[in-house]
């Protein structure tokens, strides 16, 4: 591959021009003023929290609907975790939960991009502003979706990607970005991801090794320009599904509220016999996966975090119900048809 030759024969594995070139046309892709790689999107979640002023005591309310590495980026901050209930039509956090759990020590919000989709960007920006709390994105899954023309990671001080190989843009390990329009905070995401270090030897805080290696960001490079053509196919394998799919025992949530609002990084479906439908979907050649089985707030370690005093029922509920089916790129016309008639057929 010629992106890896590149970096062989260059002699640089670290902090290379490949990093800066993917940089920068990862920002102009997404229309964004900045973007800085990181080594994973969990540090980057990390490093977000840290520059919304995210510190010890402070409380940070997100979903117990979500991948853990957004809960344990948070406790990793020192801050404490707070969880919200979702919006049961979109599997999303709710407004009305997250008013809820507000507190005079909470510093921030981080609004997770479910699936891909983006949701009321404008009732959140304004929550945020009257609760005077950081609004924090986390965008791992949710590459070029758009509200109102803006891209994800756009809305809060900062945003926070992942390029997981199973995401939109993926690499062939891990990988991720922060995004912000402050050159004061990108100066500083920039010290932060190198061991604090503002110059060769010269530390004027404590950082972290979060640096995207050389090989990521070439491959990256590459991938982002088949980015803009794998969305549609997507977009274009949700459209059929939903005008195709008719089963009363299968439900689906709420459809985007902006054409450009979701980029389908997961299609999900919910089904009170999730078990027997995986099952039946198998038998006819249609791999299935749950996203996710577990809330937070049921896993050993997180039994005891703060929530929703009304409780998180919407979650559990969704957490029963889940099932993704297959939505990639890759995938046929015929491999469409064949999911299509599998859930049609379940009865």
Same mark, same amino acid.
């Given at each position: 591959?010629?992106?890896?030759?590149?970096?062989?024969?260059?002699?640089?594995?670290?902090?290379?021009?490949?990093?800066?070139? $993917?940089?920068?046309?990862? +920002?102009?892709? @997404?229309?964004?003023?900045?973007? =800085?790689?990181?080594?994973?999107?969990?540090? /980057? &979640?990390?490093?977000?929290?840290?520059?919304?002023?995210?510190?010890?005591?402070?409380?940070?309310?997100?979903?117990?609907?979500?991948?853990?590495?957004?809960?344990?980026?948070?406790?990793?901050?020192?801050?404490?975790?707070?969880?919200?209930?979702?919006?049961?039509?979109?599997?999303?956090?709710?407004?009305?939960?997250?008013?809820?759990?507000?507190?005079?020590?909470?510093?921030?919000?981080?609004?997770?991009?479910?699936?891909?989709?983006?949701?009321?960007?404008?009732?959140?920006?304004?929550?945020?502003?009257?609760?005077?709390?950081?609004?924090?994105?986390?965008?791992?899954?949710?590459?070029?979706?758009?509200?109102?023309?803006?891209?994800?990671?756009? $809305?809060?001080?900062?945003? +926070?990607?992942? @390029?997981?190989?199973?995401?939109? =843009?993926?690499?062939?390990?891990?990988?991720? /970005? &922060?995004?912000?329009?402050?050159?004061?905070?990108?100066?500083?995401?920039?010290?932060?991801?190198?061991?604090?270090?503002?110059?060769?030897?010269?530390?004027?805080?404590?950082?972290?090794?979060?640096?995207?290696?050389?090989?990521?960001?070439?491959?990256?490079?590459?991938?982002?320009?088949?980015?803009?053509?794998?969305?549609?196919?997507r977009r274009t394998i949700v459209y059929r599904y939903n005008a195709a799919i008719a089963n009363v025992r299968i439900s689906f949530l709420a459809p985007p509220e902006q054409a450009l609002s979701h980029v389908?990084?997961?299609?999900?479906?919910?089904?009170?016999?999730?078990?027997?439908?995986?099952?039946?979907?198998?038998?006819?050649?249609?791999?299935?996966?749950?996203?996710?089985?577990?809330?937070?707030?049921?896993?050993?370690?997180?039994?005891?975090?703060?929530?929703?005093?009304?409780?998180?029922?919407a979650a559990e509920a969704h957490a029963a119900t889940c099932l993704s089916i297959p939505c990639h790129p890759q995938m046929s016309d015929d491999d469409v048809q064949q999911v299509i008639d599998a859930l049609?057929?379940f009865a």
């Amino acid at each position: 591959m010629p992106a890896l030759e590149q970096v062989l024969y260059s002699g640089f594995i670290a902090e290379g021009e490949h990093v800066y070139h $993917f940089e920068k046309q990862f +920002a102009e892709q @997404f229309s964004l003023p900045i973007a =800085l790689a990181m080594s994973s999107g969990t540090a /980057a &979640l990390h490093v977000a929290l840290l520059l919304s002023g995210v510190q010890p005591g402070d409380e940070v309310i997100t979903t117990p609907m979500t991948a853990f590495a957004t809960v344990l980026a948070i406790l990793r901050s020192g801050a404490t975790p707070v969880l919200a209930d979702i919006d049961a039509a979109s599997g999303l956090l709710s407004p009305d939960s997250v008013r809820r759990c507000l507190s005079a020590r909470t510093r921030a919000i981080v609004l997770v991009h479910l699936y891909g989709q983006m949701r009321n960007m404008d009732g959140w920006v304004t929550l945020c502003s009257e609760a005077r709390v950081e609004l924090i994105e986390d965008c791992a899954q949710s590459h070029l979706a758009r509200w109102n023309g803006r891209v994800a990671g756009s $809305f809060g001080v900062v945003g +926070a990607y992942s @390029f997981y190989p199973t995401k939109n =843009l993926g690499a062939i390990g891990d990988g991720g /970005a &922060l995004v912000t329009e402050s050159e004061a905070l990108a100066l500083r995401v920039g010290r932060l991801r190198n061991y604090g270090q503002s110059e060769r030897y010269v530390h004027p805080e404590l950082g972290m090794n979060s640096r995207l290696d050389e090989i990521q960001a070439a491959l990256l490079t590459e991938r982002l320009c088949w980015l803009d053509r794998f969305t549609e196919r997507r977009r274009t394998i949700v459209y059929r599904y939903n005008a195709a799919i008719a089963n009363v025992r299968i439900s689906f949530l709420a459809p985007p509220e902006q054409a450009l609002s979701h980029v389908h990084h997961l299609f999900v479906v919910l089904c009170i016999e999730r078990e027997a439908l995986a099952k039946h979907l198998a038998d006819r050649g249609v791999n299935t996966l749950i996203h996710y089985p577990i809330p937070v707030h049921r896993q050993a370690s997180c039994e005891a975090l703060a929530r929703d005093p009304q409780g998180l029922s919407a979650a559990e509920a969704h957490a029963a119900t889940c099932l993704s089916i297959p939505c990639h790129p890759q995938m046929s016309d015929d491999d469409v048809q064949q999911v299509i008639d599998a859930l049609n057929s379940f009865a």
